[in-house]
């Protein structure tokens, strides 16, 4: 038998998720934890609306069922993105949509530009559709800023699409809407898409700056493609549903919303009962965003007392669901990490597996319960400041 190229993983276990694993069975305070329904954070009455005896039919819309799109555009319309139910696809989750939007914009060997630093799966998502990555940086000393002077030399006549995750993960930055025209303005000029990644859009920490763009939903000037899906906007990964928002000029949205439809088609991926169920699960939205809104902010006052008056700091951020800790260079990343599993009995990412372009970073999750976080983000603080 043999395997496509695209399937040559490393398949053996890292040293470090071993020190990992091990540290977590020892009971060490998970501080990578990003999974809602293991901080305490789980909605058992959202997950009881799909055993209604309305999910028992079955008459598949590729696109999504009508009442289930209907509900999102008529969600994000209510908080001022106003959008047509007939430009939004569902699909089992939002990793699915962007190997959807792959196979829709680019041929084995098109390249994608990525931001760098960012959410690690995008590797795997555009290795297994044959697309090329290409990571262009973020301005780490301003806040992670979009650099669009730093992107334009690298798009090539093999480039298909920039992509964007707005809020960054792990940085939290929102894009300037002055850099969002100029990336549009870039787009169009190349006849590029934009593929914007908004899972974490409704958790900004505060009021947003002014200055910053809400959401890329809306906008006209290019072929827009804006992600999100129940997986962070109720925390409700396991239900398996997300969402494409189509935007930009008319034309050219009638013929990827119709290329999309036969793909989607292919699969016919989402569940019936969750579709069936979104109008009453998005009527949750409050209710579990405003849980989740408070539990960010006391682990981010957590952090921030821990690091008052030492050499640790938090890195500022606009929003989403990690937070990025900056301390001394006097070890690499990775020891970092083992140490404070060893010594201080808690988990924290290394910088490197968001690809943060030097050492010197440690990323935790804001997700789990304070009675263990608080705690915990003390102890490893306390750790790295005494070297
Ligand atoms: C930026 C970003 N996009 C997408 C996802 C995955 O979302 P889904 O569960 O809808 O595939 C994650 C998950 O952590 C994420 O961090």
């Known amino acids: 038998m043999t395997f496509s190229a695209r399937t040559r993983f490393e398949l053996d276990e890292s040293a470090l998720s071993r020190t990992l694993a091990d540290a977590r069975r020892a009971g060490a305070a998970d501080l ?49 993105h106003v959008v047509d139910p007939s430009r939004v696809i569902l699909s089992a989750s939002t990793s699915e949509a962007y190997g959807w939007l792959f196979k829709l914009l680019a041929d084995p060997g098109d390249a994608v530009l990525v931001p760098q630093p960012s959410y690690p799966l995008f590797e795997w998502l555009a290795r297994l559709e044959g697309v090329r990555l290409v990571p262009y940086p973020l301005v780490r000393e301003e806040n992670f800023r979009l650099d669009v002077g730093a992107i334009a030399p690298l798009v090539d ?15 939290g930055t929102f894009v300037r809407r002055a850099d969002a025209e100029a990336l549009e303005a870039l787009c169009e000029a190349r006849g590029l898409s934009l593929v914007v990644d908004e899972v974490f859009a409704d958790y900004p920490h505060g009021a947003l700056r002014e200055d910053r763009l809400p959401s890329f939903v809306g906008r006209r000037r290019v072929p827009t493609f804006v992600l999100s899906g129940l997986s962070k906007v109720l925390a409700l990964p396991q239900l398996k549903l997300g969402w494409t928002i189509v935007d930009g000029p008319e034309a050219q949205v009638r013929d990827a919303l119709a290329r999309l439809e036969l793909i989607a088609d292919t699969y016919l991926s989402v569940s019936t009962p969750v579709q ?13 965003q405003g849980r989740l809104r408070a539990r960010l902010a006391e682990n981010l006052r957590a952090i921030d007392a821990a690091c008052a008056g030492s050499p640790v700091r938090r890195l500022p951020s606009d929003g989403g669901w990690t937070a990025i800790l900056e301390g001394p260079l ?41 009675a263990t976080f608080a705690p915990a983000i003390a102890r490893a603080v306390a750790r790295i400041a005494a070297g």
Do not use: K
């Not at 006549?157 to 940085?171: F, K, Q, S, W």
């Open 276 to 288: 069936r169920a979104l109008p009453e699960l998005l009527a949750l939205r409050d209710e579990v």
């Open 330 to 370: 006097t070890r690499e990343d990775t020891a970092w990490v083992e140490l404070l599993a060893a010594e201080a009995s808690v988990l924290v990412q290394p910088g490197w597996f968001y690809d943060l372009d030097r050492e010197g970073f440690l990323v935790v999750s804001l997700l789990p319960d304070p």
């Open 32 to 80: 990578t934890e990003s999974n809602p329904t293991r901080c305490g954070l789980a909605s058992p009455e959202a997950v009881a609306l799909l055993g209604h005896p309305r999910g028992a039919g079955y008459s598949p819309d590729p696109m999504g069922e009508a009442g289930a799109r209907e509900a999102i555009a008529g969600d994000l319309t209510r908080r001022g």
């Open 157 to 171: 006549d093999r480039t298909r699409a920039i992509l964007l995750v707005h809020p960054n993960n792990p940085t």
